[in-house]
């Protein structure tokens, strides 16, 4: 087994300013050590059809499952996710044990 990995895939209500979600958001992996790695990004090209409304896309690492679940009841993630839960229209969350099947150069 690979990773542990995090997605979370969002709407946001209309009228969020999503720089300050973004700038919380990175500040908080920023903080946390074990947050391996963070990456994030917004749909430019999925047909509206297929997107269904979600517009970003957030993906954390961790190295194992403890630290994901470390994580999740560190403070200052349970303080960020009360303005991250306001600002949400719509949201998909995933957790799992990655599966490595092509490495990164």
Request: glycine share 6%.
């Given at each position: 087994?690979?990773?542990?990995?995090?997605?979370?895939?969002?709407?946001?209500?209309?009228?969020?300013?999503?720089?300050?979600?973004?700038?919380?958001?990175?500040k908080?992996?920023?903080?946390?050590?074990?947050?391996?790695?963070?990456?994030?990004?917004?749909?430019?090209?999925?047909?509206?059809?297929?997107?269904?409304?979600?517009?970003?896309?957030?993906?954390?690492?961790?190295?194992?499952?403890?630290?994901?679940?470390?994580?999740?009841?560190?403070?200052?993630?349970?303080?960020?996710?009360?303005?991250?839960?306001?600002?949400?229209?719509k949201?998909?969350?995933?957790?799992?044990?990655?599966?490595?099947v092509?490495?990164?150069?």
């Open positions: 087994m690979g990773d542990f990995k995090h997605l979370v895939i969002a709407k946001f209500k209309e009228g969020v300013v999503v720089d300050e979600i973004l700038k919380g958001m990175e908080l992996v920023s903080e946390v050590d074990a947050v391996k790695s963070f990456e994030w990004g917004q749909d430019l090209e999925s047909q509206e059809m297929l997107r269904q409304g979600f517009t970003h896309a957030f993906l954390m690492t961790f190295s194992n499952q403890g630290d994901f679940t470390a994580f999740m009841s560190h403070p200052n993630h349970v303080e960020f996710s009360t303005t991250f839960s306001a600002a949400i229209e949201i998909l969350l995933l957790d799992f044990s990655a599966v490595p092509k490495a990164p150069k």
